[in-house]
């Protein structure tokens, strides 16, 4: 592939990916993308083989941006509880930080490709386990330094740590309230002081 042939790949891919994200995969019409990117269908499918390779590249580039960032949060200085907290805070600014990608990819997409795409469903449902994985990770190295204490295994607190927050994101984006978002993290913050804090 030639550099212009990767930057047009690329820009195609930035510019459409907010839009899947919006409207789902069946609410994208092909006008929205030709519209948004200033390009051809024709030159937009001598990219990508069709609408599906396109929404799935739209949700790994925004999947790509969530997960870096959470990197970076959970790669703060300190121990196990530094980085939950920097996790923390990092969701309750969540709804601005996925304002450009046009809202939560995880939710959006996940809900929306259940009953009508098999290859976004699963893609969606591997990013949830890379997220629990990394939480998950956190916690362990956090035990095993004898930081914290766990009441459970390492991967089920991550698991049930990562749906509370994603219940937040959810009832923030369906009433248009922070509050959920905010209250909710607030409490997660003081559950894993109960909890886990030795």
Known sequence: MTKKAERTTAYIIETVAPIFNRHGYIGTSMSDLTEATGLTKGAIY????NKEALALSAFEYNRNVLLGTIDEKLAVDGGAL???YSLI???KQYDVFTLPMGG?????????????????AAAVKETIKDIEGKIALVLENGAN????RLPVPPLQFAKQLFTMIQGAVAMSTMTRDRKYLINTLTYLEHLVRQEIKK
């Open 89 to 91: 805070q990092f969701y």
């Open 46 to 49: 001598g990219n990508f083989e």
């Open 104 to 120: 939560c990819p995880i939710l959006n997409v996940g809900v929306d490709a259940q009953g009508n795409n098999k290859l976004l």
């Open 82 to 84: 530094d980085k939950l």
């Open 145 to 148: 330094a004898q930081e914290i």
